[in-house]
């Protein structure tokens, strides 16, 4: 069974800086495009960055310049470093990626992590 686990969020102060983890585990066989998105309380969940196995990465506008999404391919983990936090950064920060769980036929699904809290306060 094919699992994404997280880990890295808490409690930062405004400025602060914080590094999120993700690891896929379970049987696959390769994994393709791969990010972080994030729902804070009464709002919808929203794309943070995304990074595709060839490493070409996008950013949301409102995290540009401060978040670096990153990957390391052999061992199946992705990394989101956010610097300069603000208030509003404050949610719960979810991985996600896409999962080629069969080479022939080929199966792609699309998996996502149970989620890390992330808290920007002074």
């Known amino acids: 069974q094919v699992q994404l686990v997280e880990s890295g969020g808490g409690l930062v102060q405004p400025g602060g800086s914080l590094r999120l983890s993700c690891a896929a585990s379970?049987?696959?066989?390769?994994?393709?495009?791969m990010g972080w998105y994030r729902q804070a309380p009464g709002k919808q969940r929203e794309l943070v960055a995304t990074i595709t196995s060839g490493f070409s990465t996008t950013y949301a506008d409102s995290v540009k310049g401060r978040f670096t999404i990153s990957r390391d391919n052999a061992k199946n983990t992705v990394d989101l470093q956010m610097n300069s936090l603000k208030a509003e950064d404050t949610a719960v920060y979810y991985c996600?990626?896409?999962?080629?769980?069969?080479?022939?036929?080929?199966?792609?699904?699309?998996?996502w992590g149970q989620g890390t809290q992330v808290t920007v306060s002074s």
């Open positions: 996600n990626a896409h999962i080629r769980v069969s080479r022939w036929p080929p199966t792609e699904y699309n998996y």
């Open positions: 379970g049987r696959f066989f390769s994994i393709s495009d």
